[in-house]
């Protein structure tokens, strides 16, 4: 199967370019491993999440989950657009803060939060999306504590199983997320009579990489479903977050785009709100279809070997990308200084992690690969830097932001004083 490019990235004299830089020229200045992101391609996602939007006679409002990419640079030009956030820890509210995302929409997710996590939100006044009734009883002692008003939606588990990874499948009953189903009700008759809360939401989340519509309208209907119920209690609702998920063409094989997304949604929203009488904004927490295919690793082959298989080498593994070996998810790879060699040989790119589960593609038809050779893996912008680890030593490399024919480093490689950084030699040890 031949690579089919499309924007950001172009081919010239035989090299793979992002926007208008050579990602060979990139390695050659940043090094390699590199992270790569397309300024164009951010904003062309965003803004197909904000078109996609425009026409509704009801209020949306979207939170970018920061989990899928938590880059300074990343997070404010996406705030800068407009956007709110999710976080799911005290660092992810930490850097959303930092960022400037606008704390009346951050909501501030998770199904295991500490009393240390809940005072930073409830400080910072930020909404909270809660996940359990102890989590709740947590949240009101330090409201009190505080003398704040805290302003919450429970997490619904809706019970819905859409068709992706199950590691990545959170709206089913057994997972470990969201109130039951059978016990939502009570939780929000419980929560409204506190007067340190503010109940006005509805949340769920139902999966990742999900790239078929209908079960994000099966999760509309049932919000509303409990919506109706609610507002039997007295709860004016003032938004109905669907949580993100949409997911992104990995393989070639498509994902319904952000419009193709609203048109379905926003009828089923419409129609729910018909049968209510408050009239909630519509969140939708996209990270991945934000963030994934802006960004290319590139990485540089150290060795290439025929032994089980036609084994390639390269100097990025499961330390910077893991999505291959946690979830088997595939990434289309190509050799960037040789886009215009005919592909004749099957490789399979491995990384240095002494672990054989350092795999990176499998079996990928390939032209001729030597040592020394740049291979560039896309669609790592979602889940790749954010998940990375210094497994064996290694230090994570940089990241760069292309703009046009500009190119900005958003984050410097590691030092190797970044692999002990905060650890101490006591003195009776040395
Ligand atoms: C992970 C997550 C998201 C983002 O999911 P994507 O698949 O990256 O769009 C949104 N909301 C919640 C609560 C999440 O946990």
Redesign the pocket.
């Known amino acids: 199967m031949r690579l089919i490019l499309e924007k950001p990235f172009n081919v010239k004299q035989g090299k793979l370019y992002i926007e208008k830089v050579s990602c060979v020229e990139l390695v050659e200045n940043y090094g390699s491993p590199l992270y790569v992101t397309s300024l164009q391609a951010l904003n062309s996602n965003i803004n197909s999440y904000l078109n996609a939007f425009s026409k509704t006679n009801f209020d949306v409002k979207f939170?970018y989950?920061v989990?899928?990419n938590n880059n300074l640079t990343i997070m404010r030009l996406i705030a800068k657009k407009g956007f709110g956030a999710?976080v799911?820890s005290d660092g992810e509210l930490y850097m959303a803060l930092l960022a400037g995302f606008d704390r009346n929409y951050i909501?501030f997710?998770g199904n295991s939060k500490s009393d240390e996590e809940i005072r930073m939100g409830v400080e910072a006044g930020v909404s909270f999306?809660v996940d359990s009734i102890d989590e709740l009883n947590a949240i009101i002692r330090v409201a009190k504590e505080l003398d704040r008003v805290v302003r919450i939606a429970f997490?619904v588990n809706p019970d819905i199983s859409p068709e992706t990874h199950p590691k990545?499948a959170?709206g089913l009953k057994t997972s470990k997320?969201g109130i039951p189903w059978k016990d939502i009700k009570k939780a929000y008759e419980y929560a409204i009579k506190n007067k340190n809360l503010l109940v006005s939401g509805i949340?769920c989340?139902i999966?990742?990489?999900?790239t078929d519509i209908s079960p994000f309208v099966e999760a509309i209907k049932r919000m509303f479903d409990v919506a109706k119920e609610i507002e039997k209690l007295g709860v004016d609702i003032e938004f109905i977050d669907i949580?993100?998920?949409?997911?992104i063409d990995y393989e070639g094989k498509g994902a319904p785009t952000p419009s193709e997304f609203a048109e379905k949604i926003v009828p089923a929203f419409e129609m729910g709100l018909s049968s209510i009488n408050s009239q909630p904004e519509l969140w939708i927490?996209?990270?991945?279809?934000?963030v994934?295919n802006t960004t290319v690793l590139l990485t540089r082959v150290n060795a290439v070997k025929k032994a089980y298989k036609n084994f390639v080498a390269v100097d990025a593994g499961f330390n910077l990308l893991v999505r291959p070996a946690m979830y088997n998810a595939y990434h289309k790879v190509t050799v960037a200084n040789k886009m215009d060699e005919r592909e004749s040989e099957i490789y399979t790119i491995v990384g240095p992690i002494c672990e054989s589960g350092d795999i990176l593609a499998e079996d990928r038809k390939l032209p001729v690969v030597e040592r020394g050779d740049i291979i560039a893996i896309f669609d790592v912008g979602?889940?790749g830097f954010s998940m990375s680890s210094q497994y064996n030593g290694r230090r994570r490399c940089a990241e760069v932001l292309v703009d046009n024919d500009r190119t900005y480093v958003i984050r410097e490689r590691e030092s190797y004083s970044d692999l002990v950084a905060n650890q101490l030699l006591p003195v009776e040890f040395i």
């Open positions: 939170l989950a989990k899928a999710d799911f909501l997710n999306s997490r990545i959170t997320f949340h989340h999966g990742s990489q999900i949580g993100g998920g949409l997911g927490e996209p990270g991945r279809s934000i994934g979602a889940y």
